[in-house]
């Protein structure tokens, strides 16, 4: 049973790019959530989405970025007109349930801004 | 406003020793808590948790307690080996809402051989 896959692992994109992440949650997990960490700091809460559906979207910053969870394929987080601020590394975690179990975290895709 | 805080960035212990990883929080609506730990690029790797209707919890090595009163919960590693040695993540979640958990800033323990 493959854990939660994330990719890519690195990506590299200049000011004014868009940047694509993707994740794969694990067999049988139909809720995903994706964090974010600065560096030196703890992770931070963006957006979690069900198949189809964004049910919460509090820690997402009002512009610029995006996240979907189709019925087919892995969720998204779309990052539009990327900014040095935006270099961070994105975690994506799943759960067969409400998060009230413990979730299951990706490797992360480090995205560097230059 | 940090509402989960882990005061301690770093640790140092002898290995076959204790190491106590300490966390507090504020929100007095988080009713979970669990404890991450992470390797450098690698993803957090779920280590234990504890309802808040507990006060304790046991699985091997790590032990987690929970102070409600004073909004604090503790991780100890009992003996500590080097292998231990990561970021220790304490993370928090309300429930009854929104499903997000709120993680504190991590504290890097390192046990010495």
């Known amino acids: 049973n493959a854990g939660v896959m994330q990719n890519p692992r690195h990506l590299v994109r200049r000011r004014g790019q868009e940047a694509r992440l993707r994740c794969s949650p694990m067999?049988?997990?139909?809720?995903v959530y994706w964090y974010r960490q600065l560096p030196e700091e703890g992770l931070k809460f963006m957006v979690y989405l069900q198949k189809e559906n964004i049910i919460d979207e509090s820690g997402m910053p009002k512009e610029r970025f995006s996240a979907e969870f189709p019925k087919e394929g892995p969720s998204i987080l779309r990052i539009q007109q990327v900014v040095r601020g935006d270099s961070a590394a994105y975690f994506c975690?799943?759960?067969?349930?409400?998060?009230?179990?413990?979730?299951?975290f990706g490797q992360g895709t480090r995205l560097t801004v230059v | 406003d940090q509402q989960v805080k882990q005061n301690s960035p770093s640790l140092s212990v002898q290995e076959g020793r204790i190491s106590i990883l300490n966390c507090d929080y504020t929100?007095?609506?988080?009713?979970?808590f669990l404890w991450y730990k992470k390797y450098p690029a690698e993803g957090p790797t779920f280590l234990i948790s504890i309802s808040s209707i507990k006060d304790k919890n046991e699985d091997g090595r790590f032990t987690v307690f929970l102070n409600k009163s004073a909004k604090h919960l503790s991780l100890h590693i009992v003996p500590s080996q080097p292998g231990d040695s990561a970021v220790y993540f304490c993370a928090a979640s309300n429930t009854g809402s929104a499903r997000q958990l709120t993680f504190g800033s991590g504290t890097q323990l390192t046990v010495l051989p």
């Open positions: 929100n007095s609506m988080f009713d979970y």
């Open positions: 067999k049988g997990h139909s809720h």
């Open positions: 975690a799943s759960s067969p349930g409400p998060l009230n179990t413990e979730a299951f």
